[in-house]
């Protein structure tokens, strides 16, 4: 099974930045996609923001212009860079993998907390 790690929440003020880290266990090529999704409370999970296997990316509205997502394949890492953010971006954030030929992020990390306050 392929361990997935996030770190780097935490707590911020509004308008502040995180950047979000996911160490895979095996390498990030490996996957047809890696991405970032969140969940606040009493939410659905939601995707934020995604890459394909040949860098292709792509962003929920919510996040466009304030967060950007990358891959470092040597070090087998994805990072989620937050700026601007805004109260209503907190919630826990979880790296997830998804296999070729699946159709849905199956490979999941536990998640980490960012809290954004006003």
């Known amino acids: 099974q392929v361990r997935l790690v996030e770190s780097g929440g935490g707590s911020a003020q509004a308008g502040g930045s995180l950047r979000l880290s996911c160490a895979a266990a095996?390498?990030?090529?490996?996957?047809?996609?890696m991405g970032w999704y969140r969940q606040a409370p009493g939410k659905q999970r939601e995707s934020v923001a995604t890459?394909?296997?040949?860098?292709?990316?792509n962003y929920a509205d919510s996040v466009t212009g304030r967060f950007s997502i990358a891959r470092d394949n040597a070090e087998n890492l994805v990072y989620l860079q937050m700026n601007l953010l805004r109260p209503d971006d907190s919630g826990v954030y979880y790296c997830a993998a998804k296999r070729w030929g699946r159709s849905q992020y199956e490979v999941w990390g536990r998640g980490t907390q960012v809290t954004v306050s006003s």
């Open positions: 095996e390498s990030v090529l490996g996957f047809a996609a």
């Open positions: 890459i394909s296997r040949a860098g292709n990316i």
